[in-house]
């Protein structure tokens, strides 16, 4: 086995992992309605890349921590991104119909149901980090502070109104990069910057994986706006064309110009760890993901 397809094997061995974990952290049917748990158990274990909770478990290998040792932080960081999928498939937001190449969980329960599960795996994610035994309680509270703040007014909850209601009015690219960093990078950022928590990594090292974590984010969400206007909606699994008309990198500076925009992005977080001298995991795994999206445009 070469080299490369090792690594592979090795990313799906995390995936599996976090999948196994997910399942075992989700409320068990006879914890709470049951609808409810239906609901949150169809939309958390939906199949998925599993990204955010990868960028943590490999921060943290990248940082000398075991294999693993970040995993309930990671599967928060996923339940997180779950409910935020949730949310922003609503009537009331984005009205998708179509996630993870699913009926959105709005139609495939109700609107009220979508809203509690949402709700619910908000409220779980930070109980996760506040039970994980095998981290310090300070780093736990730290940690869940700072994923309460990828959420809220700076960050998921801001980015999502901005979306909504102020759209129309982002018409430079460092608006454009606000809104597209609270809509995606600042959960990716506390995500990578808590593996590298997790792994006692020095405060240079820290700063560095939000550096990172902050060039991903933007550079997926110009992918994103690539596959709205370029993909079908089988090959993406979900809604596409749903941007029209709204203000995006694409639509502002062009397909050609956004995608160099991304490439460039890409670079600058390749940089911020090379300057601490790691990324070598992180740097092949997020490569493979945009090389793969390439091959399939």
Known sequence: MDDHAAFLQR????RAGV???LAELAPPVGSAPDRLVEAVRYSLLAPGKRFRPIVTLLAAAECGAPEG??????????????????????????????????????????????????????????????????????????????????????????????????????????ALERLNHEKTGV?????????????????????AMGVFARHIGLAFQIRDDLIDVQASTEAAGKDVGKDAGMATVVSTLGPAAAREAMEAHLAKASDALARVGCGELLGRYVGDLFARRKAAA
């Open 69 to 174: 040792a970040a995993l309930d932080l990671g599967c928060a960081f996923e339940m997180i991104h779950a409910a935020s999928l949730i949310l922003d498939d609503l009537p009331s937001m984005d009205d998708a119909g179509l996630r993870r190449g699913l009926p959105t969980i709005h139609r495939a329960f109700d609107e009220a149901t979508a809203i509690l599960a949402g709700v619910g795996l908000l409220n779980q994610a930070y109980a996760v980090i506040a039970a994980d035994q095998g981290l310090p309680a300070s780093l736990r509270a730290d940690l869940a502070g700072r994923a309460a703040q990828a959420v809220g007014f700076s960050g998921l909850i801001a980015g999502q109104a901005r979306d909504l209601f102020d759209r129309d009015k982002l018409r430079d690219p460092a």
């Open 19 to 21: 999948d196994r974990r």
């Open 11 to 14: 990313v799906e061995a995390l």
């Open 187 to 207: 959960l990716i950022v506390a995500a990578a910057q808590g593996g590298a928590m997790a792994a006692d990594a020095s405060d240079a090292t820290v700063e």
